[in-house]
């Protein structure tokens, strides 16, 4: 991982937890990083939209979804999730901003349809 990927991802009990509580059968990570979040869904979820803006970002999250072995269950996209948000479907979206530049107090945001 790049030293920024270091400083911003979920710390892995956390991230379990989170993706615990989100299973879902098809979840979006909008800002996925170096894909700490992201493994994690994939380990309770069918399937994993993973965005990122930054193409470095993108190639970090699938060499450690390889070594985590939960590749195959997510699919990775480079580009912008603000633009893209409409055009995707998905029973869970998840958002954690840290180090996005967006401002919004509240970090970090989960939002699951019923």
Same mark, same amino acid.
């Given at each position: 991982?790049?030293?920024?990927?270091?400083?911003?991802?979920?710390?892995?009990?956390?991230? +379990?937890?989170?993706?615990?509580?989100?299973?879902?059968?098809?979840?979006?990570?909008?800002?996925?990083?170096?894909?700490?979040?992201?493994? +994690?869904?994939?380990?309770?979820?069918?399937?994993?939209?993973?965005?990122?803006?930054?193409?470095?970002?993108?190639?970090?999250?699938?060499?450690?979804?390889?070594?985590?072995?939960?590749?195959?269950?997510?699919?990775?996209?480079?580009?912008?999730?603000?633009?893209?948000?409409?055009?995707?479907?998905?029973?869970?979206?998840?958002?954690?901003?840290?180090?996005?530049?967006?401002?919004?107090?509240?970090?970090?945001?989960?939002?699951?349809?019923?």
């Amino acid at each position: 991982m790049d030293l920024e990927s270091w400083h911003s991802v979920t710390p892995e009990r956390i991230a +379990q937890h989170i993706a615990y509580r989100m299973t879902c059968d098809v979840v979006i990570d909008g800002f996925c990083g170096a894909g700490g979040n992201t493994i +994690q869904l994939a380990m309770t979820c069918n399937h994993v939209i993973a965005i990122d803006i930054d193409p470095v970002k993108i190639e970090l999250a699938k060499h450690n979804a390889a070594v985590y072995g939960v590749a195959d269950r997510i699919e990775f996209i480079v580009g912008d999730f603000m633009e893209l948000a409409s055009t995707l479907k998905a029973d869970c979206v998840f958002l954690s901003l840290l180090g996005e530049g967006l401002n919004i107090s509240d970090k970090t945001f989960t939002h699951c349809l019923t």
